[in-house]
């Protein structure tokens, strides 16, 4: 049974920093993109970051483009976002999800991912 499971999460003011954990078991996820989404009250979840642990292709939304770093271990089970310049608007349910299947590209839609974690809330007080 695939799980991941999500921790890292917070409150934190204007500026600050925290990071995410997301640690996969029950599967291999070296070859396939392990992403952060996000969602907002009344919001749709929205693709934040994404990762391919074998390739270390990385695939990041504009809105946390030089402010938000995606990683992994060398086990390749655990991935990382570390995010930094937190702003009011970073503020949501911070979710790790993974793809069963490689479709050559790292995809950036909810649908396009099979696994999720149960989220984790990050909230930047302003």
């Known amino acids: 049974q695939v799980q991941l499971v999500e921790s890292g999460g917070g409150l934190v003011q204007t500026g600050g920093s925290l990071s995410l954990s997301c640690a996969a078991s029950g599967r291999t996820f070296s070859d396939l993109p392990m992403a952060w989404f996000r969602q907002a009250p009344g919001k749709e979840r929205e693709f934040v970051a994404a990762i391919r642990p074998i390739s270390s292709e990385k695939e990041y939304a504009d809105s946390v483009k030089g402010r938000f770093t995606i990683s992994c271990d060398n086990a390749m089970k655990t991935v990382y976002l570390q995010m930094n310049g937190l702003k009011p608007e970073d503020t949501a349910v911070y979710y790790c999800?993974?793809?069963?299947?490689?479709?050559?590209?790292?995809?950036?839609?909810?649908?396009?991912?099979?696994?999720w974690g149960q989220g984790t809330q990050i909230t930047v007080s302003s």
């Open positions: 999800a993974a793809q069963r299947d490689w479709f050559g590209v790292i995809l950036t839609n909810v649908g396009g991912y099979n696994y």
